[in-house]
């Protein structure tokens, strides 16, 4: 399967040196300079991911995220947010707005391409299609992509509704942060371990009020688990 990457980057010289990267790695590549002509190219077809800047001439990247999450066609389409803002806040701030995942200019080329196939990977159909996951009043469907709590609907990225049905599959089960990101991003994936702490704190987030704001705790020097007892897997 050919993978089609939609880079989203004002500056000519380094869309270029990105669509050269993408393409050399066996990519098909659609470009953008602007949200404008991005939301255009979105019209025709969806790509199988997006290579988003922050700085753009007409939309913030960060702010069109924040739109691309709240829209029921664009939830779960991979973001990677390739930007020069390399501070820690910015970084946070990326992944809270549903960036699945944060690369810093200058970047590695095969570091980038490593990052793009760990991120379809992710979201290529690996979950269990037809399946259900019930945890008392908690409702993880494949299906459709949603997860409730009661007849709450989860607004969730793509990440944070791997990592939730991983706990919920295995409650008790302590799971490292570098567990996570083989069951999540897959094995080999560029990602820091503080990228999971990142998306914990935002699934944390969106369960804070709920029943199940407790369900995922911390175990000090080991990683984390979901709180028995859950239901099963239906």
């Known amino acids: 399967m050919t993978i089609n990457v939609l880079i989203v980057e004002d500056e000519p010289a380094i869309q270029e040196l990105i669509a050269y990267t993408c393409r050399t790695s066996g ?3 659609a470009r953008a300079s602007n949200v404008g002509e991005a939301r255009k190219i979105l019209e025709f077809k969806l790509p199988d991911l997006i290579l988003l800047d922050w700085m753009l001439p007409d939309l913030s990247g960060l702010e069109w995220l924040r739109m691309l999450r709240r829209n029921e066609a664009t939830r779960a389409l991979p973001v990677i947010m390739l930007t020069a803002r390399g501070q820690e806040d910015d970084k946070v701030a990326g992944l809270e707005a549903g960036a699945d995942d944060y690369v810093v200019k200058p ?4 570091e980038l391409v490593a990052r793009i196939r760990a991120a379809i990977r992710r979201n290529s159909g690996e979950q269990e299609l037809g399946d259900k996951i ?3 009043n908690l409702t993880i469907d494949f299906d459709r992509f949603e997860a409730k709590v009661g007849e ?3 607004k969730l990225s793509v990440v944070e509704f791997k990592i939730l049905s991983l706990f919920a599959k ?4 302590v799971y490292s942060r570098q567990q996570v990101i083989d069951k999540v991003w897959g ?3 560029c990602i820091d371990e503080r990228t999971v702490d990142v998306h914990m704190l935002r699934l944390r987030k969106h369960l804070s009020g709920t029943s199940f704001e407790d369900f995922i705790e911390t175990v000090r020097g080991l990683g984390y688990r979901a709180v028995e007892p859950f239901g099963s897997l239906k």
């Open 107 to 110: 970047f590695s080329p095969r």
């Open 170 to 173: 295995h409650p008790g089960r």
């Open 152 to 154: 709450e609907l989860l």
């Open 27 to 29: 990519f098909e590549v």
């Open 134 to 136: 019930v945890c008392g």
């Open 187 to 189: 094995y080999g994936a």
